[in-house]
C-alpha cells in the first residue's frame, strides 16, 4: 500500500496565521467530517488552541449512519467536548450554530456581564481538513457566497473574517492537514471523504479499504445493492468483488475507471449513509486498523 500524505506549503502558512491571531479569537470551531469524526479531527488543532473553548462541528450529517453519528456525539461530550452534527442544507444551521457557541461560552460570557460589559462580539475561527464543507457553511451561515466553494480540496487559499450576525464573526481559513498520519488507514479514509487530492493516493486501495469496513460492519449490502450484485457473490474476496463491479459497470477490466465511480458515489451519498470512524473501535483502539484484503 503506498503511502498517503499531503501537506502543501499553505497549510503550514494557514497554522501561522491562525497563531498570529490567537489574541483576537474568543473559541476555536472544528469541522470534522461525520462519516470520520475521529480520523478527520486534526491533532495539530489542539497544540495551537492554547486552551481556548472548541466547539467540534460534525459535518456532512446528512451523509454519515445517524446512529453512529449519535454514538459519537455522545462519545464526544461524556469526554467533555462540546459537539454538535449538522447539515449544512438545514435552514436552521445559523441557529444551530449561534446556539451551540453561545452554550460553550456561557461562563465567560455571564462574567462579563458581571462586569458590565455586555452585547461583545464573538470572534470565532472556524478550522477543519480540506473539502469538509467549511466555505459552503459560512456561506449559508451569512447567507451571501462570499467563501469560494468547491467539490475538491485547497478551495480556501486564504483566511476572511466574516459576520454571521450580531453576536457572531467567524475567521474563515484553509482546510488544513498535519504533517504526518499516525496510521496510513486516516489517509485512506480522508481518500475516501476527498479531503487528499485524487491524484496522490491509489483508488484500489481505498476502495478496498471501504469493501473491508463495510463487511466489517456487516453493511457490505449496501455495495450490493448500488451495484445489482447476486447475493451468492457475498463469499468472493474484496478484489473479486471489485473485479466484478468492474464488468458489471461494463468497464471490462479497467477498474481503476471502476474505483472511481465507486469513490465518488460514496462521496456523494448515492450507497447510502456510511460511517467509516465506529465509537466502539476507538475504545479497543483499532480504530484506524481495518485490513485491506487483497486475496
Avoid at 96 to 101: D, E, F, R
Avoid at 235 to 245: A, R
Amino acid at each position: 500500500m503506498a503511502t498517503i500524505q499531503w501537506y502543501p506549503g499553505h497549510m503550514a502558512k494557514a497554522f501561522r496565521q491562525i497563531k498570529e491571531k490567537l489574541k483576537y479569537i474568543d473559541i476555536f470551531i472544528e469541522l470534522v467530517d461525520a462519516r470520520i469524526p475521529w480520523s478527520s479531527k486534526n491533532p495539530q488543532l489542539e497544540e495551537i488552541s492554547a486552551n481556548k473553548p472548541t466547539l467540534l462541528v460534525l459535518q456532512k450529517a446528512d451523509l454519515a449512519d445517524h446512529k453512529i453519528t449519535t454514538q459519537w456525539l455522545n462519545y464526544y461530550r461524556t469526554n467533555g467536548q462540546p459537539a454538535i452534527a449538522i447539515d449544512v442544507n438545514d435552514v436552521k444551521v445559523n441557529k444551530l450554530i449561534t446556539k451551540a457557541v453561545l452554550n460553550v461560552l456561557d461562563g465567560q460570557i455571564n462574567s462579563q456581564i458581571n462586569k458590565g460589559i455586555q452585547n461583545e462580539i464573538i470572534h470565532a475561527v472556524i478550522c477543519g481538513i480540506p473539502n469538509v464543507g467549511k466555505s459552503t457553511l459560512l456561506n449559508r451561515l451569512i447567507n451571501k457566497k462570499v467563501a469560494k466553494t468547491g467539490n475538491k480540496p485547497g478551495v480556501t487559499k486564504k483566511e476572511q473574517w466574516l459576520k454571521v450576525n450580531d453576536k457572531l464573526q467567524i475567521l474563515d481559513t484553509p482546510g488544513v492537514l498535519w504533517p504526518k498520519f499516525s496510521d496510513q488507514t486516516i489517509g485512506l479514509k480522508l481518500s475516501l471523504i476527498g479531503s487528499i487530492k485524487d491524484s496522490l493516493f491509489a483508488k484500489d486501495d481505498a476502495v478496498l479499504f471501504l469493501f473491508a469496513s463495510l463487511r466489517k460492519q456487516q453493511k457490505l449490502s449496501v455495495i450490493f445493492n448500488r451495484y445489482h450484485l447476486n447475493d451468492d457473490l457475498t463469499s468472493l474476496s474484496n478484489v473479486d468483488l471489485l473485479l466484478n463491479i468492474t464488468k458489471k459497470l461494463g468497464y471490462k477490466d479497467d477498474y481503476d475507471r471502476a474505483c472511481e465511480n465507486i469513490i465518488n458515489d460514496l462521496r456523494k451519498g448515492k450507497l447510502g449513509k456510511i460511517s467509516l470512524d465506529l465509537v466502539d473501535d476507538l475504545e479497543s483502539n483499532d480504530i484506524n486498523e481495518t485490513n485491506i484484503e487483497r486475496n
